[in-house]
Nanobody, 118 residues
Framework: QVQVVESGGGLVQPGGSLKLSCAVS??????MGWYRQTPGKQRELVAV???????NYEDSAMGRFTISSDIAKNTGYLQMNSLKPEDTAVYFC??????????????WGQGTQVTVSS
């Protein structure tokens, strides 16, 4: 059974940094995305990394956030620097795991709260 567990959230002052982790138990993930959601809004993609290492970022995250992965640990990370109050949200990890040729199962973690406030 695949489990996706985020950690590393918390309270940080504006301008500070946090590093989120996403540990995946089970088969190696093919793609990992970090999403965030605030009350009353849709979940939005922040950053994504593929098994080949290619990355993409949402515009507001570009230059401040870095997504990375450690395949040996089946774990991904989101390093967040220069945090702003508008980054406050619940951050979710989402992974695709290959189950066959061009076939993937998708899994979500439970989320971790990030609060940016003075």
């Amino acid at each position: 059974q695949v489990q996706v567990v985020e950690s590393g959230g918390g309270l940080v002052q504006p301008g500070g940094s946090l590093k989120l982790s996403c540990a995946v138990s089970g088969p190696t993930f093919y793609r990992m995305g970090w999403y965030r959601q605030t009350p009353g809004k849709q979940r939005e993609l922040v950053a994504v990394i593929s098994s080949g290492g290619s990355t993409n970022y949402e515009d507001s995250a570009m230059g401040r956030f870095t997504i990375s992965s450690d395949i040996a640990k089946n774990t991904g990370y989101l390093q967040m620097n220069s945090l702003k109050p508008e980054d406050t949200a619940v951050y979710f990890c989402n992974v695709d795991i290959e189950t066959g040729y061009n076939t993937y199962d998708n899994y979500w973690g439970q989320g971790t709260q990030v609060t940016v406030s003075s």
